[in-house]
């Protein structure tokens, strides 16, 4: 993904409108993915004579320097962004959460990060969705989705063993920069895919 210089990454926009894109719920389940994902790695290859738990300590420790390097060269330097800040966003631009998303996925470099970070998103939610059936759950995901950002998911389709659910991009292309359109779009629907694909087994132990 290019490294595009993010003027307004939150806060406030260049028209003095406060940015609610992307809630921050999101960017800290995104993030504790990639860094559970890294601890995993740690843990199965232990440097020799270190002791696993301190290995992860180190490996989530690296990611986090590395992701928060990677971020603040993408925006100017009085919003450069803290561990606590960068997890203390309570919204964020789509820029801002691209730019993020795309850094996670390079510093866990596991295959398909995307769709399975649907598994946290899920997981998330999992103690919310759990009193709903299956069917229910699918009819309220528009609901539950635009909860992290201005996200348009319709259910076009449902009975009780399947539905069809489209997402319309429209929103977030509107308030993302063009040269990350293509970037955004494969994230979003990965993502999107992996969430539905996951709700059987977290929400209901089904296959």
Not at 57 to 71: I, N, S
Not at 134 to 148: C, G, H
Not at 188 to 200: E, K, L, N, V
């Amino acid at each position: 993904m290019p490294r595009t210089l993010i003027l307004h990454p939150y806060g406030m926009d260049a028209n003095g409108n406060p940015i609610k894109e992307l809630n921050g719920i999101f960017l800290r389940v995104t993030i504790d993915f990639m860094l559970a994902t890294v601890a995993r790695q740690a843990a199965g290859n232990p440097p020799a004579g270190m002791k696993v738990e301190d290995a992860i300590a180190q490996a989530q420790q690296q990611a986090m320097k590395r992701l928060l390097e990677r971020v603040n060269e993408c925006i100017p330097e009085f919003h450069h962004l803290t561990r606590e800040s960068l997890l203390g966003l309570g919204y964020a631009s789509y820029d801002l959460g691209t730019v993020v998303r795309d850094a996670c996925n390079e510093i866990a470099h596991v295959p398909n990060f995307f769709f399975h970070q649907g598994y946290a998103i899920v997981q998330s939610m999992a103690y919310l969705l759990r009193a709903f059936s299956i069917r229910q759950v699918f009819n309220v995901v528009p609901r539950f989705a635009s909860k992290f950002g201005d996200v348009d998911v319709r259910v076009m389709h449902e009975n009780a063993s399947s539905a069809t659910l489209r997402w319309y991009p429209d929103l977030i292309l509107k308030h993302s920069s063009p040269e990350t359109h293509r970037h955004v779009i494969y994230m979003t629907c990965q993502t999107i895919q992996g969430s539905m694909a996951y709700i059987p087994p977290v929400v209901a132990n089904l296959p």
